[in-house]
């Protein structure tokens, strides 16, 4: 109808504007019965995304020329970012989804594992060196939990964000040879649905959301199959024809 194709050129516009999120915060709920007939409702993460790596640089800037201890201003975002998380998610559980203020501890933790990487602290290093293996397993344990557990019923992020975005921190930490990563992660189908990774996720939203509006309901188990493998296809082919040749332009 001409209200929904208004809907979807807002949303596009939101995309484009990198404000989906604040957009989506302000219509509903992400688990909401709307939210799976919203084709580009996946933007979200693409515009807190946006957001942190707009406001970072930024504040990094003003943090080394004042030659702040860029390690506390990281932790300090991370811990003040997650008990806003926290306060939020039982008043405005919408808001703590959608807003950058509550889910920017997420990206914090990534900006911790850059620092790392680049001014390593002896100590954690020399701790992730020695239980790289451990670290890698306990990563993965948290990360299929919250596959398992997580789902409409929980208040998230809330708590249960922990789950997948410390597992995911800990499996990067861990490094190449940790046990998982090396025969789990390494393997050529991982590193394969890796690099398609993103424009997968940038296509399975939609073909399924479209679907759901065809159907008026909940598509059946064959079509949702059919609509993931073309996703995957769709992907791939983003992938060999737009992401590698612009890849390569640069």
Known sequence: TAVEYRALGK????????IANIMFWKEAG????AGDTKPLLHLWSLGIEEQFYIVWPVLLYFVVKRSWNVLYVIVAVAVLSFIWNIARIGVDPSGAFYSPLSRSWELALGAFLAYQTVTPIASLAQFIKRHQTSLSALGLILV??????????????????LLPS????????????????????????????????????????????????IYSETPPLEARLILVAMSV???????????KPIRRSL
């Open 11 to 18: 949303h596009a516009a939101g995309g484009a504007g990198f």
């Open 30 to 33: 992400y688990f909401d019965a």
């Open 144 to 161: 299929l939990t919250g596959f398992v557990v997580i789902n409409e019923g929980r208040a998230f992020p809330g708590w249960w964000a």
């Open 166 to 213: 410390l597992g995911s921190a800990l499996l990067i930490a861990s490094g190449p040879q940790a046990l998982v990563n090396r025969y789990v992660l390494s393997q050529r189908l991982m590193v394969w649905v890796g690099l398609i990774s993103f424009p997968l996720y940038l296509w399975h939203w939609p073909l399924l959301s479209f679907a759901r509006i």
């Open 233 to 243: 296809g769709f992907a791939w082919l983003t992938y060999q024809f737009l992401e």
